[in-house]
Structure formats: structure tokens, C-alpha cells
């Protein structure tokens, strides 16, 4: 009697246990909602179309601050990253372009700017050390009248791509043939006239510079004022009041300056 007493008591005990934890487990889940949130299943290089090999799904709580993120895989899928994305990292509408943008290079210029393709060589390119991502600034050289003249016309541009590749994973200096350039309208008439008039050379910036620029990055192709002479006043011409004194065989001039 007291071993089925027992035995009743604990399967009473159990019961009673497992109905506190799910009630517990119930009153959370309708506490804290959940939401679904894609994340990179994989690392996602710069100016990848996004497939569905690249992308996983999780749930948060659903006042967990995550940003604004996608919550399903077809939303994302065939846009074009903007930004490297490592794994596992919470995918963010702002650091996609629109899968109808075209090209990838297309897709990645900002509203209102261009790209404008240069071409270089070890030297104009920075030794090879040019990579997508960079910010340079483009001074350009011209001799007249035999006298060689250099300036600095554009600055802190982006660099889109070198050749045809937009990725920055690279790391290794490569010697390329042309370099594409973000730049906004004006600065792309700025740009091929620089190398129109004469040759251009492209100059590494540290991304850490915080030197301010000019904002409308014309300063040195604005042509100046036309300098006013200032003519030196010229000094009245002297009036001579002269007497001439005539004694005998001597003749004597006095003059005088007024």
C-alpha cells in the first residue's frame, strides 16, 4: 500500500510539474512574440547577386532591435550586396540594390553620381595598391608654355572598381589598366578634361584622412578674375620758368622748377 502510495504521489508530482512549466512556456511565448529574421548562411563577397544558397532563417523575440531586416528569403534574393556581409550577419535592406538596376557596377553607384573609367599604369594606378573601395585624389599636370603645371582637381573620389572587378577582398597589390571612378556630373567634365589637356595621376588617400575639401572641388579650374592694373600715378612734368642773362659776352640762364 505505502509503495502505491508513493508511486501515485510522484506521477501526482509530475503532473502537476509538467503543467506549471508549460503554462510558464505559455504565458512567455504571449509575452515576447517572435519574428523572423534572414541572416547570411554564408559570407556574401561585395556585388553578389544575392541567391538562396546565401541565406538562412532564425526567429527573435520580436522587440529585439534588429534593425530594418528582411523576413523572408524571396525579398532578397537576386539583390545586389552593397557591402561585404560575413556569416551569420543580419541582413539589412539599406546594404542591398535593387535587383533591376542592371549591371552590378550600376547597381553600387549612388543616386546622383556617375562612374567614369581612367585609364592607368603601375604608376598612375598607385603601384598596383588601388583597390575597390579606396578614395584617391586625382591631380593633373600640363605644360605651358614649357613650364609644367600641377594641381590637384578633384578630390577624395571612391573608387567602384578596378578593371572589372568590384570586389574587395583582395588584398595583394595587382597592376591593372583602368580604374573606375564614383564621380558627380560636374566632376566627370572636371576629370576628362584633366586628361584631355594633359596627364592625370591618381593619389592614395588614408581612410582615416579627415581633411576638409572643397565642396564644390572647383577651386583650381575656375578661372580667375582678370587683375586690375593699378597704373603709379605719373609725376606732372616740371614747368621751367627760365631768365637769361645776357652781360656782355656772357650769357647766363637761371631756371627755376615750379
Do not use: Y
Not at 134 to 153: I, K, L, M, P, Q
Not at 168 to 173: G, L, T, V
Amino acid at each position: 500500500m505505502l509503495i502505491v502510495f508513493s508511486l501515485a504521489l510522484a506521477i501526482g508530482a509530475a503532473w502537476v510539474a509538467r503543467n506549471w512549466v508549460q503554462a510558464r512556456l505559455t504565458a512567455s511565448t504571449s509575452a515576447d512574440p517572435l519574428q523572423t529574421v534572414i541572416v547570411a548562411a554564408m559570407e556574401i563577397p561585395f556585388g553578389t547577386k544575392v541567391e538562396g544558397r546565401h541565406l538562412k532563417t532564425i526567429t527573435l523575440p520580436a522587440n529585439a532591435a534588429v534593425g530594418d531586416h528582411f523576413d523572408k528569403t524571396d525579398q532578397v534574393e537576386g539583390l545586389i550586396a552593397l557591402q561585404k556581409v560575413i556569416a551569420g550577419e543580419i541582413l539589412l535592406k539599406e546594404r542591398f540594390a535593387d535587383r533591376n538596376a542592371g549591371s552590378t557596377l550600376a547597381a553600387i553607384v549612388k543616386p546622383d553620381m556617375r562612374a567614369v573609367t581612367v585609364r592607368v599604369d603601375d604608376v598612375i594606378g598607385v603601384a598596383g595598391f588601388l583597390m575597390p573601395g579606396n578614395h584617391v585624389d586625382v591631380v593633373a599636370a600640363r605644360v605651358d608654355n614649357g613650364h609644367a603645371e600641377t594641381h590637384t582637381v578633384l578630390h577624395n573620389l571612391n573608387v567602384l572598381a578596378v578593371d572589372q572587378t568590384a570586389a574587395q577582398d583582395k588584398e595583394q597589390p595587382v597592376v591593372v589598366r583602368a580604374v573606375t571612378l564614383e564621380v558627380s556630373p560636374k566632376q566627370a567634365e572636371i576629370l576628362v578634361k584633366a586628361r584631355e589637356e594633359g596627364r592625370i595621376q591618381l593619389t592614395l588617400r588614408n581612410p582615416l584622412d579627415k581633411t576638409p575639401d572643397d565642396p564644390d572641388l572647383l577651386a583650381d579650374n575656375q578661372p580667375k578674375a582678370p587683375s586690375k592694373k593699378v597704373h603709379a600715378a605719373q609725376p606732372r612734368p616740371s614747368i621751367n620758368n627760365g631768365v637769361i642773362i645776357i652781360r656782355g659776352t656772357n650769357v647766363h640762364s637761371s631756371e627755376s622748377s615750379t
